[in-house]
């Protein structure tokens, strides 16, 4: 007997019904017709999916909690199907000590309702081997914040590191500080406040030059790097070169970056404020490249209203919150037969188990992790912030009509969103 069957569940694209059988946190069996009088929860033939990994969040925990936390925020990722978060290192201090690392690790231990892995920031180049022990997902760098002999070092550092139990993987913020910083100055000093102009003083071109700075570093270190949120579709092209000619690279992209373009920060303002900026339709990525991506990062990265609202376009805090408008707006374009399950499940599962090198995750296979996500594909609706669970209660997506919603989210076998509505569980380290 086991702990708790998922009876008549759908699986995707096979589209087989089957049941799935749980115990101590484990799937132990896939079978067509679950046994009679054990416990059991009767999906009647929804569509289930592996739990969602993002591998780009930012929970603001510790330093910045007035914007988000841990429970808050794995309780937006939950409503919205994701089972495992990887936190980004810029909340205060950084992530870049064993102290602040363990630190985090110890909040995350309280507060977490789903699994986690966090991002290692770097800032004293001594501290990278012991950060390393403590098996971060990644070193993750912001180049627009760090110049190019520094990163440089930070390579060389890591690159030294012992590769035998484990690869070091870098994670990389890809926007050129110098052309950055020259290009803000510029639009600023001419007194420029309409939001658009954001976008200008980070041009596509900053983008690029960050990626073939990084690709670079990559083929000189013979280090594995992953490229965060790619905005402009030359960078794509620039990646997936560099990674067929043998450069251990792996890109991500945002639903922000996909589905919005320019026009939205004229819209919505500061709110669709964002670093990579939205793009011009010309230079954005789009639907028909999705097959030169390897995952999808929501970025999920909440501030207050009134910090977004209450100043100019260059003093407001640049970032989306996106755990909730994410699986929705995809399963949106599934119904419209613009992407397939199959194609999801490798962008949102399959492939940032295996790039970050998180073990039970991703599949719906004997011996993995219980997480899933159930969906309707037939609910409609439209996003609405209002009803987030995220503390960033604002969206550019906001009244976008959408067709298909996660209606159950279970990490390790627990219920953690049921209709709305979050439970209590506790997210474990991985
Ligand atoms: O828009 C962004 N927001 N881009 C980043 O790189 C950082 C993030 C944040 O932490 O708010
Ligand atoms: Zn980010």
């Given at each position: 007997m086991v702990?708790?069957?998922l009876k008549d569940a759908k699986i995707v694209p096979e589209n087989r019904i089957i049941s799935i059988g749980i115990e101590d946190g484990r799937i132990v069996s896939l079978k067509k017709i679950a046994p009679k009088r054990e416990e059991n929860i009767n999906l009647r033939e929804s569509v289930v999916l592996p739990g969602l990994i993002?591998?780009?969040?930012?929970?603001?925990?510790?330093?910045?909690?007035?914007?988000?936390?841990?429970?808050?925020?794995?309780?937006?990722a939950a409503a919205g199907g994701f089972t495992t978060v990887i936190d980004m290192p810029n909340t205060i201090p950084p992530t870049n000590t064993v102290k602040a690392f363990k630190e985090k690790l110890k909040i995350a231990d309280h507060k977490s309702l789903v699994d986690y892995s966090l991002h290692a920031g770097v800032g004293n180049l001594k501290e990278i081997e012991s950060l390393f022990k403590l098996k971060p997902a990644s070193f993750k760098l912001f180049m627009d914040l760090l110049d190019d002999a520094v990163l440089d070092e930070i390579f060389r550092e890591i690159g030294k590191l012992n590769r035998e139990n484990q690869k070091p993987l870098i994670s990389l913020h890809?926007?050129?500080?110098d052309t950055v910083t020259i290009s803000t100055q510029k639009l600023q000093s001419k007194g420029r406040y309409k939001p658009e102009k954001y976008a200008d003083a980070r041009p596509p071109h900053a983008e690029t030059i960050a990626v073939s700075n990084a690709l670079k570093l990559a083929r000189k270190y013979k280090l594995a790097i992953h490229i965060c949120h790619v905005s402009v579709k030359e960078s794509l092209q620039l990646i997936n070169e560099a990674k067929e000619s043998g450069v251990n690279v792996t890109n991500e992209i945002t639903p922000h970056h996909l589905f919005l373009d320019i026009k939205y920060l004229r819209k919505y303002g500061n709110l669709a404020k964002t670093n990579p900026p939205l793009r011009d339709p010309e230079n954005k990525i789009t639907l028909d490249l999705l097959n030169g991506v390897d995952i999808i990062?929501?970025?999920h990265a909440p501030h207050t209203i009134t910090e977004k609202m209450e100043q100019n376009i260059w003093k407001a805090p640049p970032g989306i919150p996106n755990l909730e408008t994410a699986l929705p707006l995809f399963l949106t374009q599934i119904n419209r037969r613009r992407i397939t399950f199959a194609h999801l499940k490798t962008l949102l599962c399959e492939n940032p188990a295996s790039i970050f090198h998180l073990e039970g995750k991703g599949f719906i296979k004997e011996g993995m992790d219980a997480d899933f996500v159930v969906v309707?594909?037939?609910e409609?609706?439209?996003?609405n912030p209002d009803k987030f669970k995220s503390k960033a209660k604002y969206s550019p997506f906001k009244g976008i009509s959408v067709k298909g919603m996660p209606v159950m989210t279970m990490v390790g076998g627990n219920l953690v969103a049921d209709e709305g509505e979050i439970l209590k569980n506790k997210g474990k380290y991985i």
């Open positions: 702990d708790l069957w993002d591998a780009h969040v930012h929970f603001r925990d510790p330093g910045l909690t007035y914007k988000e936390n841990f429970r808050t925020g794995t309780m937006a890809c926007e050129d500080k990062g929501t970025d309707d594909m037939k409609e609706g439209v996003i």
